[in-house]
C-alpha cells in the first residue's frame, strides 16, 4: 500500500491554517449531544484507559457525555472503519495509535485508508518501551543478550500482545538491526505475556513503562535497556538501546483522530481543550512525561513519520496479519 503522506500533511497543516468563519460559530456551540469515541481495543487496554480519562475531562469541560464504544478487532481496523463511515460532524472520533500506523501496511487489503480518511486532532501520550528479561536469562546487558542469541539461534522467546502491535514491531526492528533472531510468542494482549515473562515462560519482552515499572522495581523482571532516544528518569541507570545500536529508536503513542472533512473549529476546539486537560495537574500526575501536546498539524506530521517508518520494518520483516 502507498502512503500518501503528502496529503496527510496538507490535510492536517490545511486544517490548522483553516481562516476564522461562520462555523466558527456552530463549534463554540459544539456539542449539543453526546460524542461517541471510538476505541479499537477491549475495556482496560492502553488505549481504552487513555480515552476514558481524557473522555472524563472533555465530558466535564464541554458539558455532554464523551461515550466511549469500544470496537476491539483486527489490529483496531474494526474500529477504525466504523470511524470511517460515521458522518465527519465532531460526533464520532477515533481514538488513534502507533497499531494503526502499522496496520496501515500490514493490513494489504483493507476498505479504507488511514492517512487519507482519518484527520488528526490532538496526541496524547508518548510512552518508551523497555526491553526486559525474566531473571534468570543470563544476559544482562544489550550487548550480552545479542551474543547470547546469537550463540543460541531460535532459542530465544519474545513475548508481545500480538502482531502488529507497538512492541512487536519494536521488536522486530530491534532483531533486524541487531543481526539476531528470537522466537516471537504471541499473546491476545500484553497482560499475560507480561504474566509468562514475569513466571519465566518466555525470555524477554518489549513492554511500556508504565506496566513494567512496579515489576522492575521489585526485582521480577530485568530492564537491559529503553527504546526512547534518552534516558528516563524512572530508569536513570538504565541505557538506551541506541547506545548500544546507533539510531534504534521506538515508542507507544495515542491521540484522537475524526472522519476527514470534520470542520476544521470543532478540530481546532477540541484539540484546545485536549491539551488543556493534559496541562491539568491531576491528569499529568497520571500520565507523567509520557504527556505529548500538539496541534494537529505536528501531530498530523507525527503520524505520517510513524506510517513510514513501520511500513518499512513490515516490508523488510516480511510481517504478515494473523
Do not use: C
Amino acid at each position: 500500500m502507498q502512503i500518501s503522506r503528502r496529503h496527510f500533511l496538507s490535510v492536517a497543516v490545511g486544517g490548522a491554517l483553516a481562516p476564522i468563519n461562520p462555523r466558527r460559530v456552530i463549534a463554540e456551540a459544539y456539542p449539543t449531544r453526546p460524542v461517541r469515541w471510538i476505541v479499537g481495543g477491549t475495556a482496560g487496554s492502553p488505549v481504552d484507559t487513555y480515552a476514558r480519562l481524557l473522555g472524563q475531562w472533555l465530558s466535564e469541560r464541554l458539558g455532554q457525555p464523551f461515550v466511549i464504544e469500544n470496537r476491539p478487532g483486527s489490529g483496531g481496523n474494526i474500529g477504525t472503519a466504523a470511524a470511517v463511515r460515521a458522518p465527519a460532524d465532531g460526533y464520532s472520533l477515533l481514538l488513534v495509535s502507533t497499531t494503526n500506523a502499522i496496520s496501515a501496511t500490514l493490513y494489504e487489503k483493507l476498505n479504507f485508508d488511514f492517512i487519507r480518511d482519518i484527520a488528526p486532532v490532538a496526541a496524547i501520550a508518548r510512552v518508551p518501551l523497555v526491553l526486559e528479561a525474566n531473571p534468570t536469562v543470563p544476559a544482562k546487558t544489550v550487548p550480552e543478550l545479542i551474543a547470547y542469541a546469537k550463540v543460541n539461534p531460535g532459542k530465544v522467546t519474545m513475548a508481545t500482545a500480538g502482531k502488529g502491535t507497538s512492541p512487536y514491531v519494536s521488536g522486530e526492528l530491534f532483531k533486524m538491526m541487531a543481526g539476531i533472531d528470537m522466537v516471537h510468542v504471541p499473546y491476545r494482549s500484553g497482560l499475560p505475556a507480561l504474566t509468562d515473562l514475569i513466571a519465566g515462560q518466555v525470555h524477554v519482552m518489549f513492554d511500556g513503562i508504565l506496566s513494567s515499572i512496579d515489576h522492575i522495581k521489585a526485582g521480577r523482571l530485568r530492564p537491559l535497556a529503553t527504546t526512547a532516544a534518552t534516558r528516563l528518569k524512572e530508569l536513570p541507570d538504565i541505557p538506551t538501546i541506541s547506545e548500544f545500536l546507533p539510531g534504534y529508536e521506538a515508542s507507544s503513542w495515542f491521540g484522537v483522530g475524526a472522519p476527514i472533512g470534520t470542520p476544521a473549529e470543532i478540530i481546532e476546539r477540541l484539540n484546545s481543550e485536549i491539551n488543556a486537560g493534559l496541562a491539568n495537574p491531576q491528569i499529568k500526575a497520571q500520565l507523567g512525561d509520557t504527556v505529548l501536546a500538539m496541534s494537529p498539524a505536528d501531530f498530523g506530521r507525527l503520524i505520517a513519520d510513524e506510517t513510514e517508518k513501520w511500513a518499512k520494518v513490515v516490508r523488510t520483516a516480511g510481517i504478515k496479519p494473523d
